[in-house]
């Protein structure tokens, strides 16, 4: 088994929550341009396959209005 397949991720957590309190995530170009985040390189964030620097990190808990830590 693939140790990296149990990894929680946060940022999808945060997307999930967010999903349940009734706003469906539906990120349009306009949302990956205000973030300054590549729409291929977030998908890779929420995958696992890359980890966020902390400058993303920061840009992504406000705009989600989260504190980063809750990222971790």
């Known amino acids: 088994m693939n140790a990296v397949s149990n990894v ?3 940022l999808q957590d945060v997307i999930r929550q ?3 309190e009734g706003f469906p995530f539906k990120p349009s170009n306009m949302f990956y341009r205000g973030l300054g985040i590549h729409k291929r390189r977030f998908g890779q964030f929420l ?3 890359k980890q966020p620097t902390l400058d993303e ?4 808990a406000n705009c989600f209005n989260i504190n980063p830590k809750d990222l971790f």
């Open 47 to 49: 995958r696992n396959e």
């Open 8 to 10: 929680q991720n946060r």
């Open 57 to 60: 990190l920061a840009r992504i």
């Open 18 to 20: 967010r999903e349940k």
